[in-house]
């Protein structure tokens, strides 16, 4: 019998809220239906801690990923996980003059916006000699945000789910939900690995959470799932001199920040995600070439190997921008949707565990 049972400690967010609740001294079980960490979304993504930036302001996303991310990289800088310092370069490449820039030019005042509204610190970068310093890319100019880092996911998860042990946690791998009932006023989640009791229950089962919504008998969620896939720029940074994230700008209401170019830890370089449903086929290679071209037009296909993909869960909206949905969708006895955890999810982690715990009382 437990104070609390998380599904889905595999992952960030899951890991990061049984971390804070044994921090304050509630029992925690944690169930991951995976043999380990970092198996599903958090394993597979850009390894990006964001500011919140590319979000709406007055939304969750932007919210706790704006806060969850000088937690994030106060934590690694404390805990001694590798952590890059990239900053993020947001650019007009120089074929958008052939279009108009109309787009472009939304695009950045629309992020010029979002910026200010939650004061971010940023730099408008408008000169050929801006954007050299920046990166070696053809770009008119863009914004540039210093404050984004890069993180070793694997790492870090594995240092939050350790804390969470050691402060008393109980974690259950390869336990699968089978169902969930509810006695009188607690919890029982039947898995293939046993059953667990808690008076509290908090669904952070990522790509599964709108089918564990349905067995806990709360709503059924409509989810968009969308396809991220990556390639790698043979020869790393070393070969390209790309230390700085360099996304495209990206209309409003997009669906994904765009394909982008990726320094990591380990010194490779990778440009992605492609934001393709899962029920279509894979992006192909010439998307990413095409997009890697606009900013480096010696890029060729041979410089490219396809390197992994990920799958990212978005809430499905009708109109506007997709934002976290984190709920108490019963009172007696307590039960915590969070629904629609896409990016910023890494980013915004540490503060959604903390924006959970006044449900836990």
């Given at each position: ?14 890991s ?28 597979l ?37 590798r952590?890059l ?13 052939r ?10 005042w629309?992020l ?26 053809r ?23 350790n ?22 006023a ?8 046993g ?8 669904n ?25 896939d ?65 900013f480096?037009?010696?890029?060729g296909?041979?410089?490219?190997q ?8 978005k ?8 934002d976290?949905m984190i ?11 969070l ?20 449900y836990?009382?």
């Amino acid at each position: 019998m437990f104070d609390v049972c998380i599904i889905g400690v595999g992952g960030v967010v899951g890991s990061a809220i049984a971390r804070e609740a044994a921090l304050r001294g509630l029992s925690v079980a944690g169930i991951e239906r995976h043999a380990g960490l970092c198996k599903e979304t958090s394993g597979l993504n850009s390894r990006v801690i964001h500011s919140g930036f590319h979000e709406a302001a007055g939304t969750l996303k932007a919210q706790l990923s704006r806060e969850g991310s000088a937690l994030m990289v106060r934590y690694a800088q404390e805990r001694g996980i590798r952590l890059l310092q990239t900053g993020m370069f947001i650019a007009v490449p120089y074929g958008s003059l052939r279009e108009g820039l109309w787009k472009e030019a939304d695009a950045l005042w629309n992020l010029w916006r979002r910026g200010r509204r939650q004061n971010i610190r940023f730099d408008f970068v408008m000169t050929p000699a801006g954007v050299r310093r920046i990166a070696p890319v053809r770009a008119l100019g863009g914004i540039f945000i210093p404050s984004i880092h890069v993180v070793d996911v694997e790492q870090l998860v594995g240092s939050v789910a350790n804390d969470a042990v050691a402060a008393g946690a109980e974690f259950f791998y390869n336990s699968e939900v089978r169902a969930i009932q509810v006695e009188g006023a607690n919890h029982v989640v039947h898995t293939s690995n046993g059953d667990v009791r808690a008076r509290v229950l908090v669904n952070s089962a990522g790509l599964d959470a709108h089918r564990i919504s349905v067995m806990a008998h709360c709503p059924e969620y409509e989810i968009d799932f969308l396809r991220g896939d990556y390639y790698e720029l043979l020869g790393g940074v070393d070969r390209w001199r790309i230390h700085t994230l360099v996304y495209p700008a990206t209309p409003r209401h997009s669906r994904s920040k765009g394909i982008h170019f990726g320094p990591r830890i380990d010194g490779r370089l990778y440009i992605g995600p492609s934001a393709t449903p899962i029920s279509e086929p894979a992006a192909p290679k010439e998307l990413f070439l095409s997009a890697a071209r606009k900013f480096v037009p010696e890029i060729g296909e041979a410089d490219l190997q396809w390197a992994y993909s990920g799958t990212r869960p978005k809430r499905h909206v009708l109109t506007g921008d997709s934002d976290f949905m984190i709920r108490l969708e019963r009172a007696s006895p307590p039960f915590i949707n969070l629904i629609g955890i896409d990016s910023p999810g890494l980013s915004a982690s540490m503060a959604i565990a903390r924006h959970v715990m006044p449900y836990l009382a």
